[in-house]
């Protein structure tokens, strides 16, 4: 029998660590927390990456696994593989369930303790149905792989059921869907569904026309991409036009049931109804024992370390700190990712002597929102992109961000292929395992 | 609101379909029913192609699925798009729930009837736990992209759950992998779990080796590819052994717990169990309502035909039909896609004109087997290949086989990334979906 030691222990203390080893807690591997620990390089330290997952994923491209253009193995790296040449980052994959501020203790899976001289919390957002907890399982959201894979399966199934169909009504809900919130990932999820639909599905079916779906985006606002320009939002609105989607601003959800969605007061029938609405932090302030402001965000100092404890670090969509500008930072990846960095590097340059650190500074870069029909749009500072310009500054952005050269490299061979032949390769619906018993299906 | 009109009906009656249409349905879109359709063409035919999947599966790389080598995307075609310019080819995505022989009509979910003039049945073969059936949820197997998907997460989940774990003794029972059944499947599942442990997985943990996980492939034979000659099967038992893998002949699996196996008298404690074990057919004969052979199998005409019913073929894993040498045929997917071939040019002929047609007759191109560590084994007829030689045979020949181009690209791109890294490009763990209630997950 092979002899399995175990090496070390989940709480390295004193005695199993070099003596003076300073140990980092890093929660959550997304934008923020993975590029911490990538900046985070210093002697005798020792850092424990916690996350619920085994993979960082690349969330912006998400959406295209959930409509059948790539598959999840795409966009996802596995942690501990990023991390392997660095012996000092041990990588966990469990749930937090509490943190022990005095003691100095994360607790994962509700029992086991991993005691932290330095902590950083990325934990990032969560989807919210305003507190309507029952639209979550009628209109889910898209966050994780698991998400992604279940949205696609609910969009092909439908095309096959309304292809089975003997009811035009039946066929007419099947065949509508209602994407909530007319944000950058409702905007994108409308924009490839019908992509999806009317270019890749088209000649598949016999007895129904897929271009013929029915798509309908709907939000609260008066307009879609509130968070861009204006007049990029009029552009996105008139391309969405172009692509078939009914827009319906002004238009709240009031109700999501099994057959479908009322919204603005008018009931829309439709099997498929995705939530790309409001989002809240996940529940990093009643883990720290703080009080939230809203959405559940804990307000950082200008370092982003929490108020009162220079050892503790929120960073990511779970933080509420001010930009230059004196208004909120926007739960971007960008945004993550260089709060991550620079917590990476005001930790390490500490360790290395204390050196004071100036606030962190966010630097916009600019920000894209895609359409979809080879349309997006951007704004760069004062400078707007537009239509095919903006999609291809898109995609370059977007393949360039790719953190795995392997995966930069499937992600190209499947959009140079889908482009060529309008095909998507990802378009398998996954059933249940065949050894479980039927009545688990 | 856009008008979904209904075309054509479930049941193309001679008032809907030109009158003197002939109407095929095939049952099952595997290697089999695929090849029927696709060689299947003639004047005033409609095809109705049902499969309880909308995908057609290489099953032959569907262990490097379930050993994150590849996405399931890789090796599964919408089966709609293959035959989206074959306008006389309907495909549904249905269960086939029973066949009223004397109306000619296949039923399907239970509800709608679809008629034939011809009927040719794919079913497959699906695993058989010998009766032990509460040995299924324990011992999956794989057939099926979601059986892939879940091995891949169970196997994939234990060294997680193995780096967490402070009991020794629980560390190494979930580091203990038995494959049930040392055929082809269960010689590539061992071998497989091998490279991804020892070559993959081993720098990524801290506190685990899994270069050290012990892999046990038993079976109630004395030895391992019974259906190779003996030399082959000695070759392969050192190649595995050199692996690794412990070797269990003549140990039939008398137990299957929560805790592990019960095999050739010994207890083997092991949280991951892999059955690669026996199958038997779908329940094609009880459709039929006819007495079928051992494990299900249906015999049929040396024209593939059921006896005494000339519209009614039965090919591949279900049908049971001698080779040229009086012994039964192999179910291998090789027979599958000749007899499809065969039925399909049969059934067109028959149309054209009724010439006889020779019996079919299986052309034995030979058989390879991967073991792993770049090594495999072949015969074609009387000559015989082993170790990189008959590795770089069956990956070209595989690679030749994948019937899209895309695909084709994707899994050289991984491949050669593997062989070049060791790195795996499909290490994701799937949750369950994050909109699902905690107590579903």
């Known amino acids: 029998m092979t002899d399995i030691s175990n090496q070390g222990g989940l709480s390295p203390q004193a005695s199993t660590l070099p003596s003076g080893t300073h140990r980092?807690?890093?929660?959550?591997?997304?934008?923020?927390?993975?590029?911490?620990?990538?900046a985070l390089k210093a002697a005798k330290i020792h850092i424990t990456v916690i996350d619920r997952t085994?993979?960082?994923?690349?969330?912006?491209?998400?959406?295209?696994?959930a409509t059948a253009a790539l598959s999840s193995n795409d966009i996802a790296l596995p942690i501990r593989s990023v991390f392997r040449s660095r012996p000092e980052i041990m990588v966990l994959m469990a749930e937090v369930t509490?943190?022990?501020?005095?003691?100095?203790?994360?607790?994962?899976?509700?029992?086991?303790?991993?005691?932290?001289?330095?902590?950083?919390?990325?934990t990032g957002s969560v989807y919210s149905w305003f507190g309507h907890d029952r639209w979550a399982v009628r209109a889910p959201?898209?966050?994780?792989?698991?998400d992604a894979l279940s949205l696609r399966?609910?969009?092909?199934?439908?095309?096959?059921?309304?292809?089975?169909?003997?009811?035009?009504?039946?066929?007419?809900?099947?065949?509508?869907?209602?994407?909530?919130?007319?944000?950058?990932?409702?905007?994108?999820?409308?924009?490839?569904i019908a992509e999806l639909s009317h270019n890749t599905l088209d000649r598949d079916f016999r007895r129904i026309h897929p271009s013929r779906v029915r798509i309908v985006l709907c939000d609260a606002g008066d307009r879609v991409l509130a968070s861009f320009p204006k007049r990029l939002s009029d552009y996105a609105a008139r391309r969405l036009e172009t692509l078939g989607i009914e827009l319906r601003l002004n238009a709240g959800v009031e109700d999501i049931d099994a057959r479908g969605v009322v919204a603005g007061g008018q009931r829309i029938d439709a099997e498929c109804v995705f939530w790309a609405a409001g989002t809240k932090a996940t529940p990093v302030a009643s883990w720290l024992g703080v009080q939230p402001e809203r959405n559940g965000l804990v307000r950082v100092e200008p370092d982003c370390s929490l108020p009162g404890h220079p050892d503790i670090f929120i960073i990511g969509d779970a933080a509420s700190l001010a930009g230059a500008d004196g208004k909120p930072l926007p739960g971007l990846g960008s945004v993550a990712k260089q709060q991550g960095k620079y917590v990476g590097k005001l930790v390490a340059a500490r360790l290395g002597g204390g050196h004071r650190v100036a606030p962190f500074r966010y630097r916009n870069w600019g920000e894209l929102a895609m359409i979809?029909?080879?349309?997006?749009?951007?704004k760069f500072g004062r400078f707007h992109l537009t239509g095919f310009p903006a999609w291809v500054v898109w995609s370059i952005i977007h393949l360039l961000l790719l953190v795995s050269a392997r995966n930069r490299t499937v992600v190209y061979v499947n959009w140079i292929w889908a482009w060529l032949t309008y095909g998507r390769g990802a378009r398998v619906i996954t059933r249940t395992p065949s050894h479980m018993p039927d009545d688990q299906r």
């Open 24 to 38: 980092i807690v890093v929660i959550g591997a997304g934008f923020g927390g993975f590029s911490a620990a990538r």
């Open 54 to 65: 085994n993979h960082n994923l690349f969330q912006p491209l998400l959406y295209q696994v």
């Open 98 to 122: 509490g943190i022990d501020r005095a003691g100095k203790r994360v607790e994962i899976d509700g029992a086991t303790a991993v005691p932290y001289d330095t902590l950083i919390l990325a």
């Open 141 to 146: 959201a898209l966050k994780t792989v698991a």
């Open 153 to 192: 399966n609910r969009l092909l199934d439908v095309f096959e059921r309304a292809e089975l169909s003997e009811d035009p009504v039946e066929t007419t809900r099947l065949m509508t869907f209602v994407v909530v919130g007319a944000g950058p990932t409702g905007v994108e999820m409308a924009g490839a």
């Open 372 to 378: 979809g029909g080879s349309s997006a749009v951007g």
